[in-house]
């Protein structure tokens, strides 16, 4: 009984504690280089891509993404279905040029990791449904210092 307990207390803390991801890529290099950490870059477009919502929901809210990502990431979301109504025309511009530069094959799913210059520093890949373990032993393995 205790040991759930204590494992409740520590979702509960992760989640609270969990960094928001921000949907400003000038922004998430900045703060990456003020915390001395990469940026994760994951494109998305969730109403027309179930791999999206599974890799969003299986990973990136899973116990251990979240505490690898709070000590080792700047997290940066370009969503694409739901950008005309959260993000202004402007930041709509960004997102295209960032795009542009990352995604230029325009895969969804897809995961880039930054460093503090703005260089790709890995990608993970296709999502085949990898449990929150194997997607961060990708990422690890796939993402040079």
Known sequence: MKRLVLLFGLLVALQTSAQQWQTDLSKGLREAAAQNKKVLLFFSVPEHCDSCLRLEKKVFQSPEFLAYAQENYVLVKIDFASQAENIS??????????????????????????????KIAGTTGTYHNETPEQFLSILRRNTRS
């Not at 402007?90 to 703005?118: C, I, M, R, S, T």
């Open 89 to 118: 025309p402007e930041q709509q511009q960004k997102n295209l040029l960032v795009v542009e530069k990352y995604n230029k094959d325009g895969f969804f799913p897809h995961v880039v990791v930054l460093n503090k210059e703005a």
